[in-house]
């Protein structure tokens, strides 16, 4: 099913809705928005030049840093009066990364997520059990606007209280889950504990994201669950979630609004636009929003786009998967790789669970590269002591099976990052589980 016909247009309605609504957007933010307006005169950049959708790289680009040094309200182009609700990023340091949607973004918003839940295969007939954090998270209320926008019965039961989640899958008859992939592994662990099946419940959709995620992880939820994961992208300073979602049809991408969000590729070195294919960072100019426009956002999200036909009928560009965070890139002796890359080897290794850590250490002039995995019950055991939790009662086992974890660990990232990393094998329930998003990896070299 297909929420708006929107999603279905030809290429050249969908340049003639972006033209037009990218022409809107700049004469509206050149004429009440003072930063901008400053930034475009210092670009010699005037509305009227703005003739054909490739003028948008006459624009400059917009940075995270560029929002925090005009906290809270001066990249704000609605007036305060007309600002109706507020977000913010759970930035762990210095001051949050402030959003304002005025009703009509809320109404953008809403149409969004509706598309991105229809295109994950929900309807009405669903029952959606919404586990993204309400708050000032974007993911709970973006989620929620969506679900009762298509007529679904929306659970707010937001984040956390993992047993009382599992009770009410099965009291509600929960079909349809919105969530981080890391908190649902978390559901599936303590819900088995708890003797359940989840294959037996109703549920049959989930639309998992918020953070990186792999393919192998895909795979292992669907089993667990029995039911079809799409993923879904978003970042607050566009909109939230809804800027993208995979179809359930395909599942080989994430379609982008983008008659809402202009997506562009580009070498996040130089800052050139590359062509569809390549892979770069995701830029956004947002051509509708009110409350806080952002002309060429850089995401520091790494994918690339393409506009090949899709099995579900949208022609809306799609980005692939996302392969990791500019932010994220570590360079080893030489090699660069993205911690994520480690999830699928973890993910292919039978003794050891998908919870997991990279932490680096600058040890000396090198840095270290430590990768932190809980191995499955069959390989701890219990260590009886005056300890209060089960988890600190267990420990690694030291046999010959154990130790071969570790060795060919060692060696398949090897082969498939290009370096040697140390594997430290870690009891069961000692990594601690995310509520909402996890956190994966741990930098600890000076800045
Ligand atoms: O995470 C919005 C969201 C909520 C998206 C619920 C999807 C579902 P922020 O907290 O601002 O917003 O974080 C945005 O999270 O730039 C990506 O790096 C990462 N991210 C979001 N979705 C995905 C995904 C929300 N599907 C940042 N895969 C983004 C990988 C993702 N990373």
Same mark, same amino acid.
């Given at each position: ?5 929107v999603?279905?247009s030809?290429r050249n309605e969908m340049k003639s809705i972006q033209l037009g609504r990218l022409q809107q957007t ?24 703005i003739?054909t959708l490739d003028?948008i ?70 029952? #959606?059990?919404? +586990?993204? @954090?309400? /708050? ?6 973006? !989620?929620?606007? $969506? ?87 978003? #970042?607050?300073? +566009?909109? @939230?979630? /809804? ?6 049809? !395909?599942?080989? $991408?994430?379609?982008?609004n983008e008659d809402y969000f202009y997506p ?21 100019t947002?051509i509708a ?28 560009v ?26 699928? +080897? ?102």
């Open positions: 099913m297909i929420w708006n016909h999603e279905t030809s700049v004469s509206r933010v050149y004429d009440n928005n003072p930063v901008y307006r400053k930034r475009l005169d210092e670009n010699g950049v005037k509305p009227a030049q003739k003028d790289r006459r624009l400059p680009f917009t940075v995270k840093d560029d929002i925090r040094d005009n906290y809270p309200f001066n990249l704000f182009t609605a007036k305060q009066e007309d600002v109706v609700e507020y977000h913010a990023t759970s930035g762990t340091t210095g001051k949050p990364i402030i959003v304002g949607y005025t009703r009509n973004d809320l109404d953008t918003w809403s149409e969004v997520m509706a598309r991105c839940l229809t295109s994950a295969g929900i309807t009405k007939n669903d029952v #959606l059990q919404n +586990i993204y @954090g309400y /708050g000032l998270f974007t993911g709970g209320l973006g !989620a929620h606007y $969506g679900g009762i926008k298509i007529g679904a019965a929306v659970i707010p039961i937001s984040g956390g209280n993992t047993q009382k989640q599992i009770m009410l899958m099965q009291d509600f008859g929960t079909t349809a889950l919105t969530v981080t992939p890391s908190f649902l592994m978390h559901v599936q662990e303590v819900g088995t504990e708890m003797g359940i099946d989840f294959r037996k419940l109703k549920l049959r959709t989930a639309v998992l994201g918020a953070e990186f995620w792999t393919d192998s992880m895909r795979g292992k939820i669907q089993e667990d669950f029995g039911i079809k994961a799409c993923d879904i992208y978003g #970042l607050s300073e +566009i909109i @939230g979630p /809804g800027v993208a979602c995979e179809c359930h049809e !395909a599942r080989n $991408g994430l379609h982008i562009e590729i580009i070498n996040p070195e130089t800052g050139e636009v590359l062509p569809l294919g390549e892979e770069g960072e995701l830029v956004f947002t929003n009110e409350g806080q426009p952002l002309f060429r956002y850089r995401t520091r999200d790494l994918t690339s786009l393409s506009q090949e036909s899709c099995a579900c009928g949208r022609t809306l799609k980005m692939k998967k996302l392969v990791g965070r500019t932010d994220d890139l570590l360079i080893i002796r030489g090699v660069n790789f993205f911690p994520s890359q480690i999830e699928s +080897i973890i993910l292919k290794h039978p003794g050891v669970t998908p919870h997991y850590l990279v932490v680096v250490e600058r040890n000396g002039a090198l840095d270290e590269v430590e990768v932190r995995i809980e191995v499955t019950d069959q390989h701890a055991y219990k260590y009886v002591a005056e300890t209060m939790t089960v988890s600190q009662n267990q420990r690694v086992s030291d046999d010959r099976a154990t130790r071969d974890i570790v060795k060919n660990l060692v060696r398949d990232i090897k082969d498939v990052v290009g370096i040697t990393v140390k594997v430290t094998l870690m009891p069961p329930g000692t990594i601690p589980r995310s509520e909402g998003k996890a956190k994966r990896f741990i930098d600890n070299r000076p800045k």
